[in-house]
C-alpha cells in the first residue's frame, strides 16, 4: 500500500511555473513507474509525465520542453516542474505510481489553474 500527497497547485499566470511534489508514504526507489497525469473540465485524463524503473523520462508532446519529472528517493518524493505554463496546462494534476507486482496507486490530485 502507498498513499500519495500532492502538493504545489495553484494559480499562476501564463509564462509562470510551478513545481508540484508528490511525497510517498514509503520509499519509491524500487516502484517500477512514477508518474503524472492531469485532467481538464470535460476532458479525459492524461498522462504528462513518467519516470520509469530504468531511470528514463516519457513526456507528452505538448509538455515537452516546458515540464520536467524527478525524483528524490531519500525524500521519497517526486516532482514535476512546470514552466512556460499555458491556459491549456490548466487541470488537476494527479501522481500516481505502479509497483514491480503492478499495483497502481494515485494521489487526490491538486488544481493547477493558469490565467492568460
Known amino acids: 500500500q502507498v498513499q500519495l500527497v500532492e502538493s504545489g497547485g495553484g494559480l499562476v499566470e501564463a509564462g509562470g511555473s510551478l513545481r508540484l511534489s508528490c511525497a510517498a508514504s514509503?520509499?519509491?526507489?524500487?516502484?517500477?513507474?512514477l508518474g503524472w497525469y492531469r485532467q481538464a473540465p470535460g476532458k479525459q485524463r492524461e498522462l504528462v509525465a513518467t519516470?520509469?524503473?530504468?531511470?528514463?523520462?516519457n513526456y507528452a508532446d505538448s509538455v515537452k520542453g516546458r515540464f520536467t519529472i524527478s525524483r528524490d528517493s531519500v525524500k521519497n518524493t517526486f516532482y514535476l516542474q512546470m514552466n512556460s505554463l499555458k491556459p491549456e496546462d490548466a487541470a488537476v494534476y494527479y501522481c500516481?505510481?505502479?509497483?514491480?507486482?503492478?499495483?497502481?496507486?494515485w494521489g487526490q490530485g491538486t488544481q493547477v489553474t493558469v490565467s492568460s
Open positions: 519516470f520509469t524503473g530504468d531511470g528514463s523520462m
Open positions: 500516481t505510481v505502479t509497483s514491480k507486482l503492478g499495483l497502481v496507486y
Open positions: 514509503r520509499s519509491i526507489f524500487n516502484l517500477n513507474i
